[in-house]
């Protein structure tokens, strides 16, 4: 099969027809997200999550929208408690908690669209959310893993460019699939997230370092991988399509583990180490928030506006993969911020959480 051929194939999927009046709900509230433009990766969470509580109606025989009572949401949430996996382990409190919100938001959208009177959900409480400190890699440790690529194959080449990506900018695995040409800016050092988490495009530096190596890779690599006709995705597979999902957290894994340092993960793990880095050589929060693309943190409603130009300003001096670094910040007085480590790294071990969650 030629590359052409591949690159032509469409995955086909089809929903079978609902079955139960549950299963016929879902479908409605799933056309209803996607009618008012709600993310792919929203839909198909919430696809995924309910349909678990629906699989566990119909091997109990409910079946009817009036038998969902407040004590079977319960014993639901009991049965998530007790399950176990099949290497023996329970569900983390957030793989829970991942299960039982989507519920409880469906719910309440069945009594706005009156398809139920009350809300047996109404009152059921979420588990509580602990926070463990990410896995993050030392100064020494990335550059263990980043060097890890054969730079001379073009997918080697390729990899390395992607790492040195992510660790500069720290962000998202599916924000990088979708990088084009034209999002890069390299002669002013940015990079244009469009559509990033929430639909919300956004605009963040990449260091000196990642773009030599993107440029090396533009130059060397993806002319050999390219394909006619070229839609402008950056990164590209070895069939000339856009990387997929599974085969970029499988690539970044490996190198870890390549680089025998003792520490596992992937994608997720280059951005907590951006993160951690610059913060540790004196970012301040706000700074970190806006190259996360966090509209907020845990349970903060504060909202950061931050220049692209005081922004890089900070990257530049504290990212520790930068080749050069200015003599002093710029002297500019930020009100103090509410902001704490500590939430930031509980909105990234939940992002995490539910990045290892993804199907497909």
């Known amino acids: 099969m030629t590359r052409q051929s591949r690159r032509g194939r469409r995955k086909r999927t089809t929903q079978p027809a609902p079955t139960n009046p549950l299963e016929a709900m879902l479908a409605d509230y799933l056309r209803w997200s996607q009618v008012r433009n709600h993310s792919e990766a929203t839909v198909r969470n919430r696809r995924v999550h309910i349909g678990f509580f629906l699989n566990w109606c119909v091997e109990r025989g409910l079946q009817e929208p009036v038998e969902i009572t407040r004590p079977v949401l319960e014993r639901y949430q009991r049965y998530l408690f007790h399950y176990r996996k099949k290497n023996g382990e329970p569900l983390s409190f957030h793989s829970q908690h991942s299960r039982l ?60 460019a992607i790492l040195e990506t992510f660790y500069s900018t720290g962000m998202r695995r599916l924000e990088l699939i979708h990088l084009k040409l034209f999002d890069l800016d ?54 000339g399509v856009p990387i997929g999902r599974d085969h970029l957290t499988f690539m970044a894994r490996g190198y870890i583990a390549q680089a025998k340092i003792g520490k596992m993960g992937a994608c997720h793990l280059f951005r907590h180490t951006m993160a951690t880095l610059m913060l540790e050589n004196g970012a301040d929060i706000r700074f970190i928030q806006q190259m996360l693309g966090h509209a907020k943190l845990s349970s903060t409603q504060i909202y950061t506006q931050v220049s692209i130009r005081m922004l890089k300003h900070v990257h530049t001096a504290t990212h520790p993969a930068q080749l050069q670094k200015p003599e002093s910040l710029a002297k500019e007085d930020a009100a103090s911020s509410e902001l704490s480590k500590e939430e930031l790294f509980a909105v990234l071990a939940l992002e995490a959480e539910e990045e290892n969650q993804e199907k497909g």
């Open 101 to 160: 919100a989507p519920v409880r938001v469906w719910f309440k959208w069945l009594v706005k669209q009156n398809y139920l009177l009350a809300n047996p959900a109404s009152e059921i409480e979420l588990p509580r959310l602990g926070f463990r400190l990410p896995s993050v890699l030392t100064i020494a440790e990335a550059e263990q893993v980043l060097a890890q690529p054969d730079i001379n194959d073009p997918l080697g080449l390729r990899d390395r």
């Open 186 to 239: 390299l002669e002013r050092g940015i990079v244009t997230i469009r559509q990033g988490k929430g639909k919300k495009d956004r605009v963040i530096p990449i260091g000196d370092r990642a773009v030599a190596w993107i440029q090396k890779y533009l130059r060397e690599a993806r002319p050999t991988l390219a394909l006619e006709p070229d839609d402008a995705t950056l990164f590209l597979s070895a069939d």
